[in-house]
């Protein structure tokens, strides 16, 4: 059920921004999410949609491979998500860090959390795949709470 749900959704968008948690949790392999992320990044790769997330998302994803030391898992990881096809990475300038700040003044949420939105509303995004359900406080994005599927 949560995959059909899944993929009517994804079917109905053509540019969908992705939280940092989607990647940590195919990157994981996390039992629980992995079949909607592994649906999620297969359908990214057959180009069926446009992906697209802010270089936080990369920050935040090569923090505990550096604090472990682990040089080679974040070379590993900057290599295959710096490839990953149909996935825009989309730096912070002025126009976000000012939509973030509006974000994070009305919608009370934090710093890396109004980025992340205001990546997906600057970039055109028409959906937003996260598993935080804070973002559904933004009426600016369609947003989709992982756990809801399951």
Same mark, same amino acid.
């Given at each position: 059920?949560?995959?059909?749900?899944?993929?009517?959704?994804?079917?109905?968008?053509?540019?969908?921004?992705?939280?940092?948690? $989607?990647?940590?949790?195919? /990157?994981?392999?996390?039992?629980?999410? &992995?079949?909607?992320?592994?649906?999620?990044?297969?359908?990214?790769?057959? &180009?069926?949609?446009?992906?697209?997330? &802010?270089? %936080?998302?990369?920050?935040?994803?090569?923090?505990?491979?550096?604090?472990?030391?682990?040089?080679?898992?974040?070379?590993?990881?900057?290599?295959?998500? &710096?490839?990953? =096809?149909?996935?825009? /990475?989309?730096? =912070?300038?002025?126009?976000?860090?000012?939509?973030?700040?509006?974000?994070?003044?009305?919608?009370?949420?934090?710093? =890396?959390?109004? %980025?992340?939105?205001?990546?997906?509303?600057?970039?055109?995004?028409?959906?937003? %795949?996260?598993?935080?359900?804070?973002?559904?406080? $933004?009426?600016?994005?369609?947003?989709?709470?992982?756990?809801?599927?399951?």
């Amino acid at each position: 059920m949560a995959l059909a749900q899944l993929r009517t959704f994804l079917r109905a968008h053509r540019r969908v921004a992705l939280d940092t948690c $989607i990647f940590i949790y195919q /990157w994981e392999a996390n039992p629980r999410y &992995s079949p909607l992320t592994d649906y999620i990044f297969s359908t990214l790769e057959q &180009s069926h949609f446009v992906a697209l997330t &802010s270089t %936080i998302t990369l920050t935040e994803l090569l923090v505990h491979p550096y604090r472990n030391q682990d040089t080679v898992r974040a070379n590993e990881l900057l290599g295959m998500l &710096s490839t990953f =096809p149909h996935l825009e /990475w989309i730096s =912070p300038d002025l126009e976000i860090a000012v939509r973030a700040a509006e974000i994070r003044a009305h919608h009370r949420l934090q710093t =890396p959390d109004a %980025i992340q939105a205001a990546t997906a509303i600057h970039s055109r995004a028409t959906a937003f %795949i996260t598993n935080d359900p804070i973002f559904t406080r $933004i009426p600016d994005l369609q947003t989709v709470v992982l756990d809801r599927f399951l």
